[in-house]
T-cell receptor, first 113, second 111 residues
Framework: GIQVEQSPPDLILQEGANSTLRCNFSDSVNNLQWFHQNPWGQLINLFYIPSGTKQNGRLSATTVATERYSLLYISSSQTTDSGVYFCAVLGAYNAGNNRKLIWGLGTSLAVNP | EADIYQTPRYLVIGTGKKITLECSQTMGHDKMYWYQQDPGMELHLIHYSYGVNSTEKGDLSSESTVSRIRTEHFPLTLESARPSHTSQYLC??????????FGAGTRLSVL
């Protein structure tokens, strides 16, 4: 089945710094999402981005489907950005109803004041 | 912000108790999902539903059961809780194969 790899696994930043998180996937996808899991465990949708580029405030994401990767950019990081960032994909070729999100292991981000 | 609600947020119970974790969504989404997640670890799909009266087991074996009698409601039940069931349980919903939206989660601790 499709494999999802995220890098780096851990990241420590000073407040105000910029960062790039990467998600590689091993096959064609119909759906790619980036999530932020806050310290209270809640998963927040950041982007639904099977291809192209989107921006939302200080965050932006780019997916290059033909090269099978996606990048999440965080600019001017804040302490509230701390948490785990997950990438999840839905493979393009799973048949019928047998299609489930495949999750990466996440990037754990700590932003220090 | 997605309208998907989970209750309770936190639950501490003794071994052998029967529990039901509630999940409701007001978006009319046809698909709903339950995930289990241990602290700092990846999410594992334990149940999903593609519509009313449709439920399937996910990739991670679970002793829990689910039902989908109404579109908006997807409760998860443990008949006899054990310490090994201690985890966070996350409910999600989607329209077709579109983006999944998550509730706030239930942190379960079985003593």
């Amino acid at each position: 089945g499709i494999q999802v790899e995220q890098s780096p696994p851990d990241l420590i930043l000073q407040e105000g710094a910029n960062s790039t998180l990467r998600c590689n996937f091993s096959d064609s996808v119909n759906n790619l999402q980036w999530f932020h899991q806050n310290p209270w465990g809640q998963l927040i949708n950041l982007f639904y981005i099977p291809s192209g580029t989107k921006q939302n405030g200080r965050l932006s994401a780019t997916t290059v489907a033909t090269e099978r990767y996606s990048l999440l950019y965080i600019s001017s990081s804040q302490t509230t950005d701390s948490g785990v960032y997950f990438c999840a994909v839905l493979g393009a070729y799973n048949a019928g109803n047998n299609r489930k999100l495949i999750w990466g292991l996440g990037t754990s981000l700590a932003v220090n004041p | 912000e997605a309208d998907i609600y989970q209750t309770p947020r936190y639950l501490v119970i003794g071994t052998g108790k029967k529990i039901t974790l509630e999940c409701s969504q007001t978006m009319g989404h046809d698909k709903m999902y339950w995930y289990q997640q241990d602290p700092g670890m990846e999410l594992h799909l334990i149940h999903y539903s593609y519509g009313v009266n449709s439920t399937e087991k996910g990739d991670l074996s679970s002793e829990s059961t689910v039902s989908r009698i109404r579109t908006e409601h997807f409760p998860l039940t443990l008949e006899s809780a054990r310490p090994s069931h201690t985890s966070q349980y996350l409910c999600a919903s989607s329209v077709a194969w579109g983006p999944q939206y998550f509730g706030a989660g239930t942190r379960l601790s079985v003593l």
